[in-house]
């Protein structure tokens, strides 16, 4: 079973308006950790914001929130007021475990397509 | 230079070509990581790094061989690849590899094309 599933391949969205990325995440563990990472055409993976497992708010970060709903595993990406530049690639990653070595899972990733 | 560099950031290269690629940090890190993305794949960890020391080989074949003289350089030496190992090579770094946090920096990338 896909530890990160991502939905969507592709999403498009008006400029200024918002986009809500879909995640679900599966795991046992207990504490975990959540992050959204941006790829623009350039390659590179931007770190967009992380959520904990204890974590009780939302984590926000600047346009950037992350509507997270424990009992059902879902971790979404909003972004409000899209700009062009938030075109990308988005993917979605689970840290499981917190004592210890752990590793980052990847979804598959979801387009993104902003348009003016 | 600041954040995470990779070199080249292409290549090409035969099956029968002996390459390597560079990833250097300069966050003052204590751990690198390798990632394989191929087309319409999730990232693959291939090689994870705490101080030098490897902790992870995730399954990865022979002809992929890592390296980390220190904290602050990683390199990856390739040889007789196939060509399913096109893909984009992906070399991240973070503070530590505990912690409840650890955001991964990522480097932007080698595309690696094997003819």
């Known amino acids: 079973a896909q530890k990160i599933t991502q939905t969507q391949p592709g999403m498009f969205v008006q400029e200024k308006e918002a986009v809500t990325l879909d995640c679900t995440y599966d795991?046992?563990?207990?504490?975990?950790?959540l992050f959204w990472y941006k790829q623009p055409s350039s390659g590179e993976m931007i770190f967009l914001i992380y959520?904990?497992?204890?974590?009780?708010q939302n984590a926000t970060e600047g346009r950037y929130s992350l509507n997270f709903q424990k009992a059902r595993k879902s971790a979404n990406l909003v972004i409000s007021a899209s700009q062009l530049g938030d075109s990308a690639m988005y993917f979605c990653?689970?840290?499981?475990?917190?004592?210890?070595?752990?590793?980052?899972?990847f979804g598959k990733g979801t387009m993104l397509l902003v348009s003016p | 230079e600041t954040g995470v560099t990779q070199t080249p950031r292409h290549l090409v290269m035969g099956m029968t070509n002996k390459k390597s690629l560079k990833c250097e940090q300069h966050?003052?890190?204590?751990?690198m990581y390798w990632y394989k993305q191929s087309a319409k794949k999730p990232l693959e960890l291939m090689f994870v790094?705490?101080?030098?020391?490897?902790?992870e080989n995730n399954s990865v074949p022979s002809r992929f061989s890592p390296e980390c003289p220190n904290s602050s350089h990683l390199f990856l030496h390739l040889h007789t690849l196939q060509p399913e190992d096109s893909a984009l090579y992906l070399c991240?770094?973070?503070?530590?590899?505990?912690?409840?946090?650890?955001?991964?920096?990522f480097g932007p990338g080698t595309r690696l094309t094997v003819t």
């Open positions: 991240a770094s973070s503070q530590d590899i505990q912690g409840s946090s650890y955001e991964q920096y």
């Open positions: 795991t046992s563990d207990q504490s975990y950790g």
């Open positions: 959520q904990g497992s204890y974590d009780e």
């Open positions: 990653a689970m840290r499981e475990g917190q004592i210890g070595y752990s590793t980052l899972t």
């Open positions: 966050l003052g890190h204590n751990a």
């Open positions: 790094y705490n101080f030098k020391e490897q902790t």
